[in-house]
């Protein structure tokens, strides 16, 4: 019997990265997905390779920024799957780009989707489980939401505050049986990074390589799961001992 055996998942940033990684093992371990995405093309091609698997996915193209669509999400997976028991509120972007020379409008757009739409996923997942009497709920925040670095301070802003909406929420909702807990990851081998980067934050990271996302699903896994029972409010940093420097 599976971790998840019959619980509804919902995943956002769910058709690339760390998302697809932590769908691929929410179905090995008997949950049922919906992958959100803004992109479409991947979202649909990974939601038929799932169902090839003979799980149950569904894909849902919807921008986190909008409340609208956001609803949208939460009524389409309860029209499929009747009911949600996990949110994995993970899509995000990231740029670097020196602070003198950033532009208001890209403050805003990072903080827009990083936070703001964190917060709307987050407030959609907590109507939806009180209505059903509860719930985890899991943010991907950043290592950088411990520590800053130089160039990313629209990111590294959204993502300390990610962290603290986390304790926030969890406070909030901790008797209403809906525990909720924050991803740190350190550098990962996903998308997000340039290929021309990679090799500079190998070389930053104390294990001297970078993460792959299959490892962040795990940790995903635990803080969605019975395993992380007593866990609300926390952050799990998974980080190759970068802030531990
Ligand atoms: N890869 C890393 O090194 C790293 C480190 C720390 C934190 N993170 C965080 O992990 C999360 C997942 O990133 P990833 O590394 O898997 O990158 P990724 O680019 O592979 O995946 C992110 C996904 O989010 C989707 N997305 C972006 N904006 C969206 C929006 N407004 N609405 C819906 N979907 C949207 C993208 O289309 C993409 O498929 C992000 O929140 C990122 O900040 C990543």
């Not at 998302?19 to 649909?44: C, I, M, P, Q, Y």
């Not at 299959?214 to 409010?233: C, I, N, P, W």
Request: with cysteine; hydrophobic share 45%.
């Amino acid at each position: 019997m599976g971790k998840l055996e019959n619980k509804v998942a919902i995943i956002t940033g769910g058709a690339s990265g760390i998302g697809a990684a932590t769908a691929r093992l929410f179905v090995s371990e008997g949950a049922k997905v919906v992958l959100v995405d803004l992109n479409e093309e991947k979202g649909k091609a990974f939601e038929q390779e799932l169902k090839a698997l003979e799980a149950d996915a569904l894909f849902v193209k919807a921008n986190i920024t909008s409340e609208e669509e956001v609803a949208g999400v939460f009524q389409q997976a309860k029209d499929a799957f009747g009911r949600v028991d996990i949110v994995f509120n993970n899509a995000g972007i990231g740029r670097v780009h020196p602070t003198h020379e950033l532009e208001y409008a890209e403050w805003r757009n990072t903080v827009n989707v990083d936070l703001d739409g964190v917060f709307l996923v987050a407030r959609e997942a907590i109507r939806a489980m009180l209505a059903s009497g509860g719930g985890t709920i899991v943010n991907t925040a950043s290592m950088y939401g411990w520590v800053g670095s130089p160039g990313s301070a629209a990111y590294n802003a959204a993502k300390g505050g990610v962290v603290n909406l986390t304790r926030s929420l969890a406070l909030e909702y901790a008797e209403k049986n809906i525990r909720v807990n924050a991803l740190c990851p350190g550098f990962i081998d996903t998308p997000i990074i340039p290929e021309e980067s990679k090799q500079a934050l190998s070389a930053m990271t104390p294990m001297k390589r970078l993460g792959q996302a299959e490892e962040m699903a795990k940790a995903v896994l635990f803080m969605a799961s019975d395993d992380s029972s007593f866990m609300t409010g926390g952050s799990l940093i998974v980080d190759g001992g970068y802030t531990a420097q």
